[in-house]
């Protein structure tokens, strides 16, 4: 099993930055991507990107391109969401998500909790 734990929410005003962090823990190995979610109330969950573990390729969803970034710090296994110039709309609950190589490319074997992000306006 791996677990995975967010941090990093809370509210910020329109324009500004926040980061996030997804701790990974458990059985890392099994492990192949790590992905970032989002989502509002009364909508869909929303794919903001990923990583793969081994060769380090990012994708980002076109929606946040160019002003969120992934990056890792695989010493600590932590995948770390960068987010700048902030809009009320990006107001989510963000969730980390984990994919095994046994799992299609966009299924997830594990979810983090999440943890809310607030735009105020």
């Known amino acids: 099993q791996v677990q995975l734990l967010e941090s990093g929410g809370g509210l910020v005003q329109t324009g500004g930055s926040l980061r996030l962090s997804c701790a990974a823990s458990?059985?890392?190995?099994?492990?192949?991507?790590l992905a970032w979610f989002r989502q509002a109330p009364g909508k869909e969950r929303e794919f903001l990107g990923m990583m793969f573990l081994v060769g380090g390729i990012i994708e980002y969803s076109q929606s946040v391109k160019g002003r969120f970034s992934i990056s890792r710090d695989s010493g600590y296994n932590t995948l770390d969401l960068d987010m700048n110039s902030l809009r009320p709309e990006d107001t989510a609950v963000y969730y980390c998500?984990?994919?095994?190589?046994?799992?299609?490319?966009?299924?997830?074997?594990?979810w983090g909790r999440g943890t809310q992000v607030t735009v105020s306006s």
């Open positions: 458990g059985r890392t190995v099994n492990l192949l991507r």
């Open positions: 998500a984990g994919g095994s190589a046994g799992s299609a490319r966009d299924a997830y074997d594990w």
